[in-house]
C-alpha cells in the first residue's frame, strides 16, 4: 500500500503553520543574540567559562566573539587534496557477514603545471579478525556495524588523507580537506568501552593527524575538515554566560537554575539560536569569523596537543564551518590558507568545494552498488559451491507478488 499523500498533505498544512509563529519567535531571539554578540566583553565570558561548571558546550575564546578577517589571497600555484567515504554496513540479509568502506581520494593542482587526479579504493571486511575491533592487549572485542563502522570510515578518511600526502608531497602550498568534523562524535555518548576509543582515537586517527603535522613543518600543509548547514550552537551558548544573561558570577547551571523549567532560566532567550545564523548576520561573503577552539570532552581527553579549533566562513550561499588543528590555528600563513583555498574551492564548485565534491562522487556506495555487490557475493558463494542463505524477509522484499 503506498503513502496516503493527501492524508499527509493536510497535517504538513499544520506544520507549517506552526513554523511561521516559531521563526517569528526566532528572529526576535536571533536580533536578541546579535545585539549580545557586538556588545559582549569575551575577556569576562572567557573568565567565566574557566570557573563555571555549566550544561552545554562553550567554545575557548581566545580574542573577540565578534572580530572578522576579509578574504586573504591565495597563491596561484597551490595543490588541494581531498578524500570522502561510504560504505556499506553488516546486514543480516546478506549471505555473508561482511562490510565494506570505500575511500574516494582527490589531488587537484592549481596554477603553472595543473593536474586532477582522482581515484576511488573499496576494502572489504570478511575475516572474523577484520569485522571486530579488539583490545590492544586483552580478550575484549567490539562488532564493526553501526556507529562504530561509521567512525572507523572516519578514521580510515584521516589515514587516507595523510597517505595521499605523503604520496604527493610537494612545495607548493597545500589544502588537505575532509568532509565532516575533526572531533570523533559518533563515539562520545556511546557505550562503548574505554578500548575502542583508544584504538580508533590513540591507535589509528591521532597518528594520521601527527603525520600529517610531520608534513607541515617541511611543506606548506594545511589541514581542515568542512561542516555544510552547521547546527552547532557554541558561540551563542558563551552568549548565555553575558553578564546580563546570566546574573551569576560563577555559573554553576545544576545548581542555580536545576529546579527551573524551560523559559525560566535567565539564559533561555539563546537556546534555540545556532551560530551559523549569527555569523550569517555578521560576516559578508568571502570573509570568516574569529577561530574558537573546541572544549570538548573527547578533544580534552584524547587529543592532547591536537587541539582542535573551528571558525564560520561565508561562502557565499551559506555559512559553512571549517575546523583546524592546533598547528593550523597558530601559523598565520596556514589559517589564511584554509581560508582563501576554502573559498576559492567554493567558488568553484558553485557553494560547496569542488575537490570535496569529486571525492564524494569517487566514494559513493549507491542503491544499484548495493544490489551488484549482493549479487557478486552469490555469485561467488555459487561457483564455489557454498550456500547461499538469504532472509525470507529480504527475498520477499526481491519478489512481486501482486
Known sequence: MSLDIHNVVQQ?????????????FYHEQLNRSYDTLLGSNATEIEAKRTSSNTNFLIPGISKS??????????????SVLAVDGSHIDIDRHLPIQCCLINIGKVHIR???????????????????????LHETNGNRYQTLEGPLLGALRAVEEMISLADLMEETRSDTPT???????????????????????????????????????KISRAVPLALASYISLPRSKEVANALRLDKHNCPYQNAN????????????RPCDGFTEIMDRNLFDKLLE????SESFMSTSSIVERYYDHHKIHFYYLHVGNEISRVEIPEWV?????????????????????????V???????????TNHDREEFRKVLEEALMRNNLPNYTSEKNRSKRTKWL
Not at 589544502?175 to 556511546?190: E, F, K, P, R
Not at 547551571?253 to 523559559?263: A, Y
Open 65 to 78: 566573539l565578534s572580530s572578522k578577517y576579509k578574504l586573504p589571497d591565495l597563491p596561484e600555484n597551490h
Open 110 to 132: 592549481y596554477g603553472d603545471s595543473p593536474i586532477a587526479a582522482l581515484s576511488n579504493h573499496p576494502r572489504l571486511f570478511s575475516e572474523k579478525e577484520d569485522l571486530q
Open 355 to 365: 575537490a570535496l565534491m569529486e571525492a564524494h562522487e569517487q566514494a559513493v556506495v
Open 175 to 213: 589544502l588537505a580537506l575532509i568532509d565532516g568534523s575533526l572531533i570523533l562524535w559518533s563515539i562520545v555518548g556511546q557505550t562503548y568501552p574505554d578500548f575502542v576509543r583508544n584504538r580508533l582515537l590513540d591507535d589509528m586517527f591521532l597518528p594520521a593527524l601527527a603525520r600529517l603535522h
Open 285 to 288: 561573503v568571502g570573509e570568516r
Open 329 to 353: 590555528h597558530s601559523n598565520k600563513y596556514l589559517l589564511d590558507l584554509t581560508h582563501a583555498a576554502i573559498v576559492n574551492q567554493c567558488d568553484k564548485g558553485r557553494g560547496y568545494p
Open 253 to 264: 547551571c545544576s545548581i542555580h537554575c536545576g529546579s527551573l523549567t524551560s523559559g525560566e
Open 12 to 24: 504538513i498544512e499544520g506544520a507549517t503553520n506552526n513554523i511561521r509563529e516559531q521563526n517569528k
